[in-house]
């Protein structure tokens, strides 16, 4: 659940995933926050909810275009969201557009969000989890 990894990262000081300074801390939460209300109710892939997908499909897609023009515009030229290094923010918000949601999104409009994907599932840890569990 995203909200337990800003949690643990603090409590375990985890380095650079949980930032020190209180204003990056609030940008992990807002990001954290913001993925899991505004994005993840649209990309969610639950078989169980594929007929209500399909009657808001519209709405869906409308929804998440505005979403990742967010995420986007926020990425600019920037490798991640809060600061200078991989965090929690960049783990919840990737975590929440799993290659297996993201490969049903449109992401040519959104080249930000392309890149930092690659580069968030690119990680060697990203790497080795996916091969653990694939």
């Not at 800003?6 to 380095?15: F, S």
């Not at 290094?85 to 392309?114: I, K």
């Not at 968030?120 to 080795?128: D, S, T």
Request: glycine share 8%; charged share 25%.
């Amino acid at each position: 659940m995203p909200g337990d990894q800003p949690y643990l990262a603090k409590r375990h000081g985890l380095g650079r995933l949980y930032p020190t300074a209180l204003e990056d801390e609030a940008r992990v939460w807002r990001w954290s926050l913001w993925a899991q209300g505004q994005l993840e109710p649209w990309v969610m892939r639950d078989v169980r909810l594929s007929e209500l997908r399909g009657g808001v499909a519209e709405r869906a897609t409308a929804e998440i275009d505005r979403s990742l023009t967010t995420l986007n515009r926020a990425l600019g030229d920037r490798s991640w969201l809060v600061g200078e290094d991989f965090t929690v923010a960049d783990l919840n918000v990737a975590g929440v557009l799993s290659p297996s949601r993201a490969q049903h999104l449109d992401l040519a409009p959104h080249p930000n969000v392309a890149a930092w994907l690659a580069r968030c599932y690119g990680r060697p840890a990203a790497l080795a989890t996916r091969a653990r569990f694939g």
